[in-house]
Protein backbone atom coordinates (compact mmCIF):
# COMPACT_ATOMS: atom_id res chain seq x y z
CA UNK A 1 0.00 0.00 0.00
CA UNK A 2 1.48 3.10 -1.27
CA UNK A 3 -0.84 5.68 -0.61
CA UNK A 4 -2.64 7.07 2.20
CA UNK A 5 -6.04 4.84 3.06
CA UNK A 6 -8.87 7.84 3.86
CA UNK A 7 -12.57 7.35 4.38
CA UNK A 8 -14.73 10.73 4.71
CA UNK A 9 -15.00 11.64 8.29
CA UNK A 10 -17.77 10.67 10.25
CA UNK A 11 -19.98 13.29 11.84
CA UNK A 12 -18.49 13.38 15.24
CA UNK A 13 -21.53 15.56 16.34
CA UNK A 14 -23.66 12.71 16.24
CA UNK A 15 -20.93 9.96 16.88
CA UNK A 16 -21.10 8.37 13.94
CA UNK A 17 -17.87 5.91 13.38
CA UNK A 18 -15.00 7.54 12.22
CA UNK A 19 -12.55 5.09 10.33
CA UNK A 20 -9.20 6.75 9.73
CA UNK A 21 -6.76 6.24 7.38
CA UNK A 22 -2.66 5.77 8.00
CA UNK A 23 0.02 7.65 6.14
CA UNK A 24 3.20 5.78 4.99
CA UNK A 25 5.37 8.58 6.89
CA UNK A 26 3.70 7.37 10.22
CA UNK A 27 4.38 3.56 9.38
CA UNK A 28 7.52 4.00 8.69
CA UNK A 29 8.46 6.08 11.83
CA UNK A 30 7.53 2.92 14.09
CA UNK A 31 10.15 0.83 15.47
CA UNK A 32 8.16 -2.68 14.89
CA UNK A 33 10.81 -4.23 17.04
CA UNK A 34 10.67 -1.85 19.77
CA UNK A 35 6.84 -2.54 19.90
CA UNK A 36 7.09 -6.02 19.86
CA UNK A 37 8.67 -5.84 22.78
CA UNK A 38 7.25 -3.24 24.97
CA UNK A 39 3.56 -3.55 23.38
CA UNK A 40 1.64 -0.95 21.76
CA UNK A 41 1.17 1.15 25.53
CA UNK A 42 4.79 2.52 25.15
CA UNK A 43 3.95 3.91 21.59
CA UNK A 44 1.95 7.16 20.93
CA UNK A 45 1.13 6.15 17.68
CA UNK A 46 -2.60 4.74 17.15
CA UNK A 47 -2.82 0.77 17.07
CA UNK A 48 -3.80 0.98 13.42
CA UNK A 49 -0.82 2.58 12.16
CA UNK A 50 0.98 0.20 14.16
CA UNK A 51 -1.10 -3.07 12.76
CA UNK A 52 -0.07 -1.59 8.82
CA UNK A 53 4.13 -1.59 10.04
CA UNK A 54 4.22 -4.78 11.37
CA UNK A 55 1.84 -6.14 8.68
CA UNK A 56 4.92 -4.64 6.22
CA UNK A 57 7.69 -5.46 8.64
CA UNK A 58 9.00 -8.59 6.69
CA UNK A 59 12.07 -9.12 8.89
CA UNK A 60 10.08 -9.83 11.76
CA UNK A 61 8.34 -13.60 10.87
CA UNK A 62 4.50 -14.82 11.54
CA UNK A 63 5.95 -17.22 14.21
CA UNK A 64 7.40 -14.64 16.62
CA UNK A 65 3.99 -11.95 16.14
CA UNK A 66 1.79 -14.85 17.47
CA UNK A 67 4.05 -15.67 20.09
CA UNK A 68 4.09 -11.87 21.20
CA UNK A 69 0.06 -11.87 20.24
CA UNK A 70 -0.65 -14.94 23.02
CA UNK A 71 1.84 -13.35 25.89
CA UNK A 72 -0.40 -10.16 25.33
CA UNK A 73 -3.90 -11.87 25.89
CA UNK A 74 -3.02 -14.42 28.16
CA UNK A 75 -3.55 -12.92 30.96
CA UNK A 76 -7.37 -12.04 30.04
CA UNK A 77 -9.89 -13.59 32.00
CA UNK A 78 -11.93 -15.52 30.86
CA UNK A 79 -9.43 -16.61 28.77
CA UNK A 80 -12.03 -17.57 26.19
CA UNK A 81 -15.19 -18.50 26.64
CA UNK A 82 -17.69 -19.86 23.20
CA UNK A 83 -21.07 -19.50 21.59
CA UNK A 84 -22.39 -22.06 19.25
CA UNK A 85 -24.26 -20.04 16.29
CA UNK A 86 -28.10 -20.44 15.31
CA UNK A 87 -29.68 -19.86 11.62
CA UNK A 88 -33.33 -19.20 12.59
CA UNK A 89 -33.70 -18.65 8.97
CA UNK A 90 -31.96 -18.39 5.37
CA UNK A 91 -34.18 -16.05 3.73
CA UNK A 92 -32.64 -13.01 2.36
CA UNK A 93 -33.37 -9.79 0.72
CA UNK A 94 -29.57 -8.94 -0.19
CA UNK A 95 -27.80 -9.83 -3.27
CA UNK A 96 -24.29 -10.71 -1.89
CA UNK A 97 -22.24 -11.92 -4.56
CA UNK A 98 -20.36 -14.53 -2.25
CA UNK A 99 -23.13 -15.40 -0.20
CA UNK A 100 -25.64 -18.28 -0.94
CA UNK A 101 -28.48 -16.78 1.04
CA UNK A 102 -28.64 -13.71 -1.74
CA UNK A 103 -32.13 -13.15 -2.56
CA UNK A 104 -31.91 -14.34 -6.44
CA UNK A 105 -30.42 -17.85 -5.83
CA UNK A 106 -33.12 -19.91 -6.31
CA UNK A 107 -31.10 -22.68 -5.66
CA UNK A 108 -31.31 -22.66 -2.43
CA UNK A 109 -33.97 -24.60 -0.13
CA UNK A 110 -35.38 -21.68 2.19
CA UNK A 111 -36.24 -22.54 5.56
CA UNK A 112 -37.97 -21.12 8.45
CA UNK A 113 -37.73 -22.05 12.23
CA UNK A 114 -40.58 -21.86 13.73
CA UNK A 115 -41.13 -20.49 17.58
CA UNK A 116 -41.34 -24.34 18.54
CA UNK A 117 -38.12 -25.08 16.47
CA UNK A 118 -36.26 -22.30 18.06
CA UNK A 119 -36.85 -23.01 21.35
CA UNK A 120 -36.19 -26.80 20.79
CA UNK A 121 -32.93 -25.88 19.35
CA UNK A 122 -32.04 -24.14 22.03
CA UNK A 123 -32.78 -26.87 24.42
CA UNK A 124 -30.60 -29.25 22.14
CA UNK A 125 -27.74 -26.52 22.67
CA UNK A 126 -28.60 -26.36 26.23
CA UNK A 127 -29.14 -30.01 27.08
CA UNK A 128 -27.04 -31.94 25.01
CA UNK A 129 -24.06 -29.75 24.04
CA UNK A 130 -23.15 -28.17 27.32
CA UNK A 131 -23.15 -24.62 25.70
CA UNK A 132 -24.39 -21.77 27.40
CA UNK A 133 -23.56 -19.09 24.55
CA UNK A 134 -25.69 -18.77 21.29
CA UNK A 135 -25.32 -16.69 18.44
CA UNK A 136 -28.60 -16.27 16.61
CA UNK A 137 -28.56 -15.12 12.88
CA UNK A 138 -31.13 -14.95 9.80
CA UNK A 139 -30.67 -12.47 6.80
CA UNK A 140 -31.65 -8.93 6.18
CA UNK A 141 -34.58 -7.21 4.98
CA UNK A 142 -36.32 -4.67 3.03
CA UNK A 143 -39.32 -2.64 4.50
CA UNK A 144 -39.89 -1.18 7.72
CA UNK A 145 -42.47 -3.74 8.59
CA UNK A 146 -40.12 -6.78 7.74
CA UNK A 147 -37.49 -5.09 9.26
CA UNK A 148 -39.08 -4.17 13.07
CA UNK A 149 -40.75 -7.61 12.99
CA UNK A 150 -37.56 -9.07 12.50
CA UNK A 151 -36.09 -7.41 14.90
CA UNK A 152 -38.85 -8.32 17.35
CA UNK A 153 -38.66 -12.20 16.74
CA UNK A 154 -35.02 -12.03 17.11
CA UNK A 155 -35.37 -9.96 20.63
CA UNK A 156 -38.04 -12.42 21.47
CA UNK A 157 -35.63 -15.16 20.97
CA UNK A 158 -32.77 -13.63 22.91
CA UNK A 159 -35.23 -13.29 25.93
CA UNK A 160 -35.88 -17.05 25.56
CA UNK A 161 -32.50 -18.01 25.59
CA UNK A 162 -31.24 -15.53 28.52
CA UNK A 163 -33.98 -17.27 30.70
CA UNK A 164 -33.45 -20.20 29.70
CA UNK A 165 -30.27 -20.06 31.57
CA UNK A 166 -27.84 -19.17 28.37
CA UNK A 167 -25.39 -16.69 29.58
CA UNK A 168 -24.64 -14.89 26.45
CA UNK A 169 -26.23 -14.28 23.28
CA UNK A 170 -24.98 -12.68 20.52
CA UNK A 171 -27.03 -12.20 17.20
CA UNK A 172 -26.31 -11.04 13.61
CA UNK A 173 -29.54 -9.85 11.76
CA UNK A 174 -27.79 -7.00 9.37
CA UNK A 175 -27.67 -3.21 9.80
CA UNK A 176 -29.86 -1.78 12.31
CA UNK A 177 -31.59 1.50 12.74
CA UNK A 178 -32.32 3.45 16.12
CA UNK A 179 -36.45 2.06 15.48
CA UNK A 180 -35.41 -1.50 14.89
CA UNK A 181 -33.09 -1.60 17.85
CA UNK A 182 -35.91 -0.31 20.18
CA UNK A 183 -38.18 -2.98 18.58
CA UNK A 184 -35.44 -5.67 19.85
CA UNK A 185 -33.86 -3.87 23.05
CA UNK A 186 -36.99 -3.87 24.54
CA UNK A 187 -36.61 -7.62 25.23
CA UNK A 188 -33.18 -7.30 27.02
CA UNK A 189 -31.75 -5.06 29.72
CA UNK A 190 -28.98 -2.77 28.65
CA UNK A 191 -26.40 -4.34 31.20
CA UNK A 192 -27.11 -8.50 29.57
CA UNK A 193 -24.81 -9.82 27.69
CA UNK A 194 -25.93 -9.28 24.10
CA UNK A 195 -23.64 -8.58 21.58
CA UNK A 196 -24.52 -7.15 18.14
CA UNK A 197 -22.49 -8.76 15.41
CA UNK A 198 -22.45 -6.40 11.88
CA UNK A 199 -19.89 -7.40 9.80
CA UNK A 200 -18.95 -4.66 7.33
CA UNK A 201 -17.60 -7.48 4.81
CA UNK A 202 -14.71 -5.09 3.68
CA UNK A 203 -13.99 -1.15 4.15
CA UNK A 204 -13.31 -0.96 0.83
CA UNK A 205 -16.03 0.90 -0.63
CA UNK A 206 -15.52 0.19 -3.88
CA UNK A 207 -15.50 -3.67 -3.67
CA UNK A 208 -18.56 -3.03 -1.11
CA UNK A 209 -20.13 -2.15 -4.24
CA UNK A 210 -18.92 -4.55 -6.62
CA UNK A 211 -19.96 -7.25 -3.98
CA UNK A 212 -22.63 -5.98 -1.80
CA UNK A 213 -24.32 -3.28 -4.48
CA UNK A 214 -26.40 -5.59 -6.54
CA UNK A 215 -29.60 -4.69 -5.00
CA UNK A 216 -31.56 -4.97 -1.53
CA UNK A 217 -31.07 -3.43 1.86
CA UNK A 218 -27.01 -4.18 2.63
CA UNK A 219 -26.40 -1.78 -0.14
CA UNK A 220 -26.18 1.22 2.04
CA UNK A 221 -22.61 1.07 3.40
CA UNK A 222 -22.87 3.80 5.91
CA UNK A 223 -25.52 2.30 7.34
CA UNK A 224 -24.02 -0.86 7.94
CA UNK A 225 -20.78 1.06 9.22
CA UNK A 226 -23.15 3.38 11.84
CA UNK A 227 -24.77 0.80 12.99
CA UNK A 228 -22.86 0.12 16.06
CA UNK A 229 -22.94 3.34 17.32
CA UNK A 230 -26.57 3.53 17.40
CA UNK A 231 -26.78 0.16 19.61
CA UNK A 232 -24.03 2.43 21.66
CA UNK A 233 -26.82 5.43 21.66
CA UNK A 234 -29.29 3.12 22.97
CA UNK A 235 -27.43 2.58 25.96
CA UNK A 236 -25.91 -1.29 25.05
CA UNK A 237 -22.40 -1.88 24.90
CA UNK A 238 -21.51 -5.38 23.24
CA UNK A 239 -20.81 -5.16 19.26
CA UNK A 240 -18.98 -7.47 17.28
CA UNK A 241 -17.67 -5.73 13.87
CA UNK A 242 -15.73 -7.86 11.82
CA UNK A 243 -14.47 -8.27 7.91
CA UNK A 244 -14.28 -11.03 5.22
CA UNK A 245 -10.91 -11.90 4.42
CA UNK A 246 -10.18 -12.25 0.98
CA UNK A 247 -12.76 -9.60 -0.29
CA UNK A 248 -9.78 -6.92 -0.83
CA UNK A 249 -6.49 -5.78 0.21
CA UNK A 250 -5.51 -7.70 3.77
CA UNK A 251 -3.80 -4.55 4.50
CA UNK A 252 -6.30 -1.82 4.12
CA UNK A 253 -8.85 -4.47 5.43
CA UNK A 254 -6.76 -4.34 8.77
CA UNK A 255 -5.96 -1.45 8.88
CA UNK A 256 -9.38 0.15 8.79
CA UNK A 257 -10.78 -2.78 11.31
CA UNK A 258 -8.63 -1.94 13.66
CA UNK A 259 -9.65 1.44 13.36
CA UNK A 260 -13.25 0.52 13.35
CA UNK A 261 -12.35 -1.56 16.90
CA UNK A 262 -10.48 1.30 18.30
CA UNK A 263 -13.46 3.99 17.89
CA UNK A 264 -15.64 1.57 19.11
CA UNK A 265 -13.31 0.65 22.37
CA UNK A 266 -12.79 4.78 22.86
CA UNK A 267 -17.24 4.72 23.09
CA UNK A 268 -17.01 2.07 25.86
CA UNK A 269 -17.62 -1.02 23.95
CA UNK A 270 -16.80 -4.31 25.20
CA UNK A 271 -15.58 -5.17 21.72
CA UNK A 272 -15.61 -8.97 19.94
CA UNK A 273 -13.26 -8.85 16.39
CA UNK A 274 -14.22 -11.47 13.23
CA UNK A 275 -11.62 -12.28 10.55
CA UNK A 276 -13.48 -15.43 8.82
CA UNK A 277 -12.43 -16.38 5.54
CA UNK A 278 -14.41 -16.89 2.48
CA UNK A 279 -15.83 -20.75 2.10
CA UNK A 280 -17.07 -22.40 -0.50
CA UNK A 281 -21.01 -21.52 -0.49
CA UNK A 282 -24.08 -23.47 -2.70
CA UNK A 283 -23.55 -22.40 -6.15
CA UNK A 284 -20.31 -20.71 -5.54
CA UNK A 285 -16.65 -21.79 -5.58
CA UNK A 286 -15.61 -19.04 -3.25
CA UNK A 287 -12.16 -19.50 -1.86
CA UNK A 288 -10.04 -16.38 0.12
CA UNK A 289 -6.98 -16.74 -2.03
CA UNK A 290 -5.34 -15.40 1.30
CA UNK A 291 -2.70 -18.30 2.66
CA UNK A 292 -2.52 -19.65 5.87
CA UNK A 293 0.61 -17.57 6.87
CA UNK A 294 -1.15 -14.40 6.13
CA UNK A 295 -4.18 -15.63 7.66
CA UNK A 296 -2.54 -16.43 10.69
CA UNK A 297 -0.44 -12.87 10.73
CA UNK A 298 -3.61 -10.88 10.75
CA UNK A 299 -4.90 -12.31 13.37
CA UNK A 300 -2.10 -12.25 15.70
CA UNK A 301 -1.31 -8.51 14.71
CA UNK A 302 -5.36 -7.79 15.81
CA UNK A 303 -4.89 -9.70 18.81
CA UNK A 304 -0.85 -7.66 19.38
CA UNK A 305 -2.39 -4.61 19.07
CA UNK A 306 -6.07 -4.93 20.61
CA UNK A 307 -5.58 -6.77 23.92
CA UNK A 308 -8.84 -5.93 25.50
CA UNK A 309 -10.66 -7.15 22.52
CA UNK A 310 -11.35 -10.55 21.62
CA UNK A 311 -10.71 -12.51 18.28
CA UNK A 312 -13.72 -14.59 17.47
CA UNK A 313 -12.61 -17.77 15.37
CA UNK A 314 -15.11 -20.70 14.31
CA UNK A 315 -15.36 -23.78 12.52
CA UNK A 316 -15.12 -22.09 9.56
CA UNK A 317 -11.30 -22.89 9.57
CA UNK A 318 -9.67 -26.61 9.76
CA UNK A 319 -8.95 -28.07 13.00
CA UNK A 320 -5.21 -28.22 12.05
CA UNK A 321 -5.69 -24.32 11.70
CA UNK A 322 -7.47 -23.97 14.72
CA UNK A 323 -5.05 -25.57 16.62
CA UNK A 324 -2.54 -22.73 15.46
CA UNK A 325 -4.95 -19.95 15.89
CA UNK A 326 -6.49 -20.73 19.04
CA UNK A 327 -4.66 -19.00 21.21
CA UNK A 328 -4.74 -15.76 19.55
CA UNK A 329 -8.54 -16.13 19.97
CA UNK A 330 -10.88 -14.88 22.93
CA UNK A 331 -14.05 -16.67 21.33
CA UNK A 332 -14.37 -19.63 20.24
CA UNK A 333 -17.50 -20.82 17.71
CA UNK A 334 -18.17 -23.92 16.46
CA UNK A 335 -21.52 -24.92 14.67
CA UNK A 336 -23.26 -25.03 11.36
CA UNK A 337 -24.73 -22.08 9.20
CA UNK A 338 -27.50 -24.59 8.54
CA UNK A 339 -31.18 -23.27 9.47
CA UNK A 340 -32.07 -25.16 12.54
CA UNK A 341 -29.67 -27.77 12.09
CA UNK A 342 -28.99 -29.62 16.09
CA UNK A 343 -29.81 -33.36 16.59
CA UNK A 344 -29.67 -34.67 19.91
CA UNK A 345 -27.02 -37.39 19.40
CA UNK A 346 -25.46 -36.66 16.79
CA UNK A 347 -23.74 -33.89 14.40
CA UNK A 348 -25.07 -30.59 13.20
CA UNK A 349 -26.65 -30.45 9.66
CA UNK A 350 -24.45 -28.76 6.95
CA UNK A 351 -26.56 -28.93 3.81
CA UNK A 352 -25.31 -27.38 0.70
CA UNK A 353 -29.07 -26.93 -0.46
CA UNK A 354 -29.79 -24.48 2.65
CA UNK A 355 -26.80 -23.62 4.29
CA UNK A 356 -25.28 -19.86 3.52
CA UNK A 357 -21.81 -21.64 3.48
CA UNK A 358 -19.71 -24.93 4.28
CA UNK A 359 -17.75 -25.45 7.08
CA UNK A 360 -14.42 -27.40 7.78
CA UNK A 361 -14.87 -29.02 10.55
CA UNK A 362 -18.88 -30.42 11.09
CA UNK A 363 -17.74 -32.41 14.98
CA UNK A 364 -20.47 -31.55 17.41
CA UNK A 365 -19.88 -28.41 19.50
CA UNK A 366 -19.43 -30.18 22.71
CA UNK A 367 -17.17 -32.82 20.72
CA UNK A 368 -14.68 -30.02 20.00
CA UNK A 369 -14.95 -27.96 23.31
CA UNK A 370 -14.21 -31.16 25.08
CA UNK A 371 -10.98 -31.80 23.41
CA UNK A 372 -10.18 -28.24 23.81
CA UNK A 373 -10.66 -28.42 27.98
CA UNK A 374 -9.14 -32.08 27.60
CA UNK A 375 -5.50 -29.69 26.67
CA UNK A 376 -6.06 -27.40 29.76
CA UNK A 377 -7.63 -24.86 28.08
CA UNK A 378 -10.99 -23.76 30.29
CA UNK A 379 -14.01 -22.54 28.34
CA UNK A 380 -16.61 -20.78 29.95
CA UNK A 381 -20.25 -20.92 28.47
CA UNK A 382 -19.72 -24.89 28.50
CA UNK A 383 -20.53 -26.53 31.35
CA UNK A 384 -18.97 -30.15 29.99
CA UNK A 385 -19.39 -32.59 27.81
CA UNK A 386 -22.44 -35.05 27.70
CA UNK A 387 -21.99 -38.57 28.79
CA UNK A 388 -21.08 -39.59 25.38
CA UNK A 389 -18.44 -37.60 25.04
CA UNK A 390 -16.95 -37.97 28.52
CA UNK A 391 -13.60 -40.56 29.13
CA UNK A 392 -14.34 -43.62 30.39
CA UNK A 393 -12.60 -43.36 33.60
CA UNK A 394 -14.79 -39.73 34.03
CA UNK A 395 -17.98 -42.60 32.99
CA UNK A 396 -17.26 -44.39 36.62
CA UNK A 397 -15.97 -47.41 33.29
CA UNK A 398 -12.99 -49.51 33.38
CA UNK A 399 -10.95 -48.58 30.20
Known amino acids: MNQEINLPPAQIGTRYSTIEGVDDDDVRAIETRVVLEQGVEGSSAPPEVIACALMRDGSISTAELMQAA ?16 LYTTNHCDSECKMCAMRKSNDKLKRKFATKLEIEEQLRILYESEGVRGVG ?38 GSMQPDEIQALGEWIEPDEPVTM ?21 KTDYDQRLRSFDHWIDAGFRYVNPG ?20 HLARRGAI ?16 ASGVPDDKYLRMLAIVAFVCPDQRLVFTTR ?8 AIDLCGVFSPGSPDVAPYRR ?24 LSALEATGREVAHFVGAPEEWAAPAER ?3 A
Not at 243 to 262: A, Q, Y
Open 136 to 173: LLTGEYEGTFSRLANAFRVGWATRTALDMGFERVYFNI
Open 197 to 217: CVFQETYDRQKYVRFMGGGGP
Open 243 to 262: VLVGLSDEETELVRLVSHVS
Open 396 to 398: GEV
Open 345 to 368: GGRAQNDEETSQFLVADLRRPSEI
Open 70 to 85: KERVVIREPRLHTFVP
Open 317 to 324: ESAEVQER
Open 271 to 286: VDVSLPRLRPAQGLRN
